[in-house]
C-alpha cells in the first residue's frame, strides 16, 4: 500500500515483502531446472494478462492493478493505452507524430501531469531558454521498445518495481542469480534497455544516489560486458540511441549560461559544476555502462557508422566545453573558494575523456581511416557552433580561465591517430587558417594562464586555482589534458604564419613590452615582481612546444621510457609507484600496459634495483628503482641523475604549483 505522507519509506515497504523476495531467491539456488521454470513464469505474456488484468471479479486483484497503473503513470515515461476498467482511462497517451524520444525523456499528452515541464522550471532564473528535446537517430527500426513502458510479462513490471525501490539489494541478487539461463538473459537485458530512462529518472531523484548506482552497475556489468549480447541490443533495441539520449536529457537537467568570451551575447549553454548532479558523479553508472559497451569493437563500429548519433554525442560532448570558468579576482580575495573544479575535472575526464579512448581503441589501422575522418568533420563543424555560439573574437575575454576544453581534445587526439597510425595527411584533416586560429586561442590561454597561476596573479582567488592547475598538469589526467591542448598547439604553430604565431605567444604571456632593446620599459599589465616568471614560463612554454614529442611520432616504447625517466629523475621510486605514476591510463590511449613484458624491459633498461634493506629498528626499507648513473643512447649520454629530461618539465611545473 503507498504511503499518504510525503515522502514514502521504502524500507518499511521493502520488510514487509522480505519472505516473499526470500522465497524467490532460494528458488534460483535449485538448479539450472528451476531456473527454467522461472523464466517461463517471469517471461509468459499471457499468464501476466489473466492473472493481472483479467481477475475483474477480484477486487483485490483490481486494486492493486490500479495501484500498478498509479506507479506507472507517476514514472513520467508512460504512453499508456490500457482497455481495462478503472485507472487505466486516466492514462494520457503520448504525443503523436515522432514521439518515442519525447516520451523516452518524459513528455507526456495534454491531461497528464507534466513532470518535464516541472524540472525545466527548477532551475529557476539561471536556466536559458526551453530546454531542447532530443529525438533519436533516423536509424530507429523499432520505436515500440522505447515508447512506453507498457508491461505485457512480470519480468518487465519485476524490474520496473526494483527501480522504483531504488534497486533493494535482495531484488538485485535474485535477478542476478537468473542470469545464468539464456532465454531469462536475453529478455531481461531487453527490459533493462527498455527501462533505462526511468533508471536515469529515478537515479536522479533518489537521495542514496551511490547506493543505487553501485547496484545499477553490478547488473550491468553483467549484460553489456558480453560483446554478443550487447550488438544484439544494438540491432533490436537501439542501445546506442537510449543511451546517448537518456545521457544528453540527464545533462539538459543542469544546464546554465556560458559567460566564456562575450558574456551579455553568449548562446552557449554549459553544466553547472555546482549542482548534485555534478558533484555527486550521479550520472556515473550510466556513463559507465556507455565506455562498457564502445569497448566492444562491433558496437563501437556501428556507433562511429551512424552520423546522427556522432552529432548527438558531440552536442552532449559540447555541453562541458568551457565548463566551471575562473574568472581572476582584482581586488579583494574570495570570501568562499569553490570546490566546483573536482565536479568539472571528474565530468570531463569520465563523461567525455574516457569515451573517446574507447572508440580511439578501434581506429588504429588504415582500414578504420574513414570512421576517423568523420569524427574530425565533426569535430570540426561543433567546435564552429561553439564559436560563433560564445561571440569568439579573435583575444580571450581578459581575466578569464576555463580548463575544459573537450571538443578541442576531441579533435586534437583523433587528429593525432589519422596521422599517427592510419597514414592519413594532416593537411588534409586542417581547417583554413582562420579556423586554426581560433581553434588556438584557448588551449593557449590555458598555457598562459599556467604561468600566471605560479606568478601568484590568481592569488586572490584562493588554493582552489592552484588546485585546478595541478590537477591539469597531473601525470594521471594529463593524457586527456594537456598532452592534447600541446600537440594542437603544435600542429597551429606548424601551420600558422610563425610571427603571428610568436607574437600571439608574448601577447598571451603579457611580455611583449620586455622584448626590447631599450634601456627601460613600460608594462601597464604586469608588476615589476611578476615579469621574470611571465617571461620564464613564456620561454619554457616554447621550449615544451619545441620538445614534447608524444604525438609527434613517438612509437609506445619510446613515450613509456620517456615517462619512466621523468619519474625516476625527480625521486627514486618503487615498483607499485611506477605502475601508479605511469598508470593503466596511458593503457588504452597510447597502448601501454603496465606489467608488460614491455614495461619490465624498459624499466630495467633505465634503472637499477636497490635491494630492501633492514634499518636499525627491525622495520625492512622497500626495495626502490633509482636511474642509472648514465647510459648511453644512441652514441649519446642520455641522462644523469641530476639533471630532468624535457618531458620532465610538466612534474616541475607540479611540484611548483604545489610548493
Known sequence: MPDTSAERDL??????????????????????????????ILTNQQTYKELSMGQEENLYAKKNYDMYLSALKNSGLVSVEEKTQGAAADIAVGAEGGAGAMVLLGTTGPGSPDESSKEEDQDGGQFVGQRKRVKLSSSTKDPYIIDS???????????????????????????????????????????????????????????????????????SVQLFSNEELARHMTEECQLLDIMVTVLLY???????????????????????????????????????????????????KKFLEDHSLLMLWMSFVSFFQGMNLNKRELNEHVEFESQTYYAA??????????????????????????????VVRYCLETLQIWFDAIGFIDEPAPNQVTFHLPLHRYYAM??????????????????????????????????????????????????????????????????????????????????????????????????????TMASQHQNAVLDSEQERPMLEGALTFLVILTSLRIHLGMTDDEILRSEMVSQLCMNDRTHSALLDLIPENPNPKSGIVPGSCSFEDVLSSVSDFK?????????????????????????????????????SIRFCELQRCRA
Request: some cysteine; aromatic content about 10%; overall charge neutral.
Open 250 to 300: 540527464m545533462m539538459e537537467s543542469c544546464l546554465i549560461k556560458s559567460e566564456l568570451q562575450d558574456e551579455e551575447n553568449n548562446r552557449h549553454v554549459v553544466v553547472n559544476c555546482s549542482e548534485a548532479l555534478l558533484k555527486n558523479n550521479t550520472y556515473w553508472p550510466l556513463v559507465s555502462d556507455f565506455i562498457n559497451i564502445l569497448s566492444h569493437q562491433s558496437v563501437a
Open 345 to 374: 575535472f571528474a565530468a570531463e575526464l569520465e563523461a567525455c575523456a574516457q569515451p573517446m579512448w574507447g572508440l580511439l581503441t578501434h581506429c588504429k589501422v588504415k582500414e578504420t581511416q574513414e570512421y576517423t575522418k568523420t
Open 414 to 515: 583523433f587528429l593525432s591517430r589519422a596521422v599517427k597510425c592510419q597514414g592519413l595527411d594532416l593537411d588534409s584533416l586542417l581547417p583554413d587558417q582562420e579556423m586554426l586560429m581560433k581553434i588556438m586561442v584557448h588551449p593557449l590561454q590555458i598555457q598562459a594562464c599556467l604561468s600566471e597561476i605560479h606568478s601568484n596573479m590568481w592569488v586572490r582567488n584562493g588554493l582552489q586555482i592552484k588546485g585546478q592547475a595541478m590537477t591539469y598538469v597531473q601525470s594521471h589526467f594529463c593524457n586527456s589534458m594537456i598532452d592534447p591542448d600541446i600537440y594542437l598547439l603544435q600542429v597551429c604553430a606548424s601551420r600558422l604564419d610563425p610571427d603571428y604565431f610568436i607574437s600571439s605567444v608574448f601577447e598571451r604571456f603579457k611580455v611583449v613590452d620586455l622584448l
Open 611 to 647: 635491494a630492501p634493506v633492514f634499518e636499525p629498528g627491525g622495520s625492512m626499507q622497500q626495495g626502490m628503482y633509482t636511474p642509472k648513473v648514465g647510459f648511453r643512447s644512441g652514441g649519446h649520454v642520455g641522462w644523469l641523475k641530476s639533471r630532468r629530461s624535457f618531458l
Open 11 to 40: 524500507q518499511k515497504v521493502l520488510q514487509q515483502l522480505e519472505p516473499q523476495i526470500t522465497f524467490l531467491e532460494e528458488l534460483t539456488k535449485m538448479g539450472g531446472a528451476m531456473r527454467t521454470v522461472l523464466t517461463k
Open 149 to 219: 513502458l507498457k508491461h505485457k510479462c512480470f519480468l518487465e513490471e519485476l524490474l520496473f518495481w526494483t527501480i522504483k525501490f531504488e534497486f533493494p539489494q535482495k531484488m538485485v541478487t535474485f535477478l542476478l542469480n537468473m542470469l545464468p539461463d539464456q532465454d531469462y538473459k536475453i529478455t531481461f537485458t531487453k527490459t533493462f534497455v527498455q527501462h533505462y530512462a526511468f533508471i536515469m529518472k529515478t537515479l536522479m531523484k533518489s537521495h542514496e544516489s551511490d547506493t543505487m548506482s553501485n547496484r545499477i552497475v553490478h547488473i
